[in-house]
Structures are given as structure tokens and as C-alpha cells.
Antibody, heavy 120, light 107 residues
């Protein structure tokens, strides 16, 4: 079965770089059509899509955050890494990774999420 | 970006009620519309994909309809476990976008 799990720091200082890792099993990011996305949710607020990466290394980013985001994949480790530079308290959120299929279902499997707090 | 607008933002209903939540896209997204349910402290759960297809394991009281710009999620007979927040999301293009959510509360 498909599982995903996010990992990374729980507390980051303003201006620092946040690095999050999604480790997954039950699928391969080298399989045609498969993708993985990052989505975040500030406390008490709505879901916000951040970025996605496809099997062919095609990458898409949220326009409002594009200059600060980088998404990469390590197919051999079954991991996808998201970096967010120059963090601010408004970046405090639960960060989720989710599986998707190109031209098919978006976000049919999710990780449990990881809460990241940005504070000095 | 395609903007997704849900209504209402919150809704009070009773067990057994029929409930409808609407979602409007700022431009046509064909049938590339998904619905998620989220309970407090949990990740969202896909209910409906491609506007009207029921995700495996989701009870049949959930249904979706619509195409183009206007979509609805209907719960035919509310159960206690259905009280949650619901989000629509377009998968037509990137950036992917979500609605602002509809909180379904017990009356």
C-alpha cells in the first residue's frame, strides 16, 4: 500500500532555510505518470498548494512562492525534498506531501503532516 | 491562477440531513475538480475526483456533480462522522488551487 511521511525541523528561525523530506513507499517516482506534491496549512486556515514534481522531473511551483521554493527527488531513496528559503512567521504551517497521478487523481494519498513553526 | 470559491463557508446541519456544498472556478476546468474531507488534526481525505467519481472506500452517501465552472458536493444523509471541513480543488492546471473550505457543524 502507499504510505508517505514528512520529516524535518519543527522550529526554524526567521530568514533561515526550511528543508523538508517526504519519504514514501508503495510506488516509484520513476513510474510514468506518477507525481508528488507539497501542500501546507497554516493553523486554522485553508490548504495551500506549494509545488509538485513528476516522474520525468517536470516541476511546478506556486507563483507566489516560486522564488523561495525548490523541489527535488531522489528516486533511489524514494524521497522528495522541498526547500523554502528566507522563512518568515507566516510560513508557520503543517506541511503535507501527497501522491498524484498525471492526468488522473490528485492527492489520493497524503502523509500525516509535519508542523513547522517559524519563530525567533 | 484559477480561483476556487466555495459556499457556504460554514454550515450547520443535523444528522440525517441532506447537505450541498458548492464550488465555483474562476474559469472553466472541465471536470478536473476534486473534493476532500478534513477532520481536526488529520490530513485531508480524497472523497470525489474528476467531479463525480467516488474514491474507493468512500461511502455512497457522498456524490459530486458539475462541469465547467460550477460544482457541487452532496451528502445525502449526514452521519455523525461527516462533521468536518470540506475543500474543493482544481487539477486542471498548475498552480493547483483549493477553495477556502466549508466547515460543516452539528446543529
Amino acid at each position: 500500500q502507499i504510505t508517505l511521511k514528512e520529516s524535518g525541523p519543527t522550529l526554524v528561525k526567521p530568514t533561515q532555510t526550511l528543508t523538508l523530506t517526504c519519504t514514501f513507499s508503495g510506488f516509484s517516482l520513476s513510474t510514468i505518470g506518477v507525481g508528488l506534491a507539497w501542500i501546507r496549512q497554516p493553523p486554522g486556515k485553508a490548504l495551500e498548494w506549494l509545488a509538485l514534481i513528476y516522474w520525468d522531473d517536470d516541476k511546478r511551483y506556486s507563483p507566489s512562492l516560486k522564488s523561495r521554493l525548490t523541489i527535488t527527488k531522489d528516486t533511489s531513496k524514494n524521497q522528495v525534498v522541498l526547500t523554502l528559503t528566507n522563512v518568515d512567521p507566516v510560513d508557520t504551517a503543517t506541511y503535507y506531501c501527497a501522491h498524484l497521478t498525471y492526468g488522473g487523481k490528485d492527492f489520493d494519498y497524503w502523509g500525516q503532516g509535519t508542523l513547522v513553526t517559524v519563530s525567533s | 491562477d484559477i480561483q476556487m470559491t466555495q459556499s457556504p463557508s460554514s454550515l450547520s446541519a443535523s444528522v440525517g440531513d441532506r447537505v450541498t456544498i458548492t464550488c465555483r472556478a474562476s474559469q472553466s476546468i472541465s471536470s478536473y475538480l476534486n473534493w476532500f474531507q478534513q477532520k481536526p488534526g488529520k490530513a485531508p481525505n480524497l472523497l470525489i475526483y474528476a467531479a463525480s467519481s467516488l474514491q474507493s472506500g468512500v461511502p455512497s452517501r457522498f456524490s459530486g456533480s458539475g462541469s465547467g465552472t460550477d460544482f457541487t458536493l452532496t451528502i445525502s444523509s449526514l452521519q455523525p462522522e461527516d462533521f468536518a471541513t470540506y475543500y474543493c480543488q482544481q487539477s486542471h492546471t498548475s498552480p493547483r488551487t483549493f477553495g477556502q473550505g466549508t466547515k460543516l457543524e452539528i446543529k
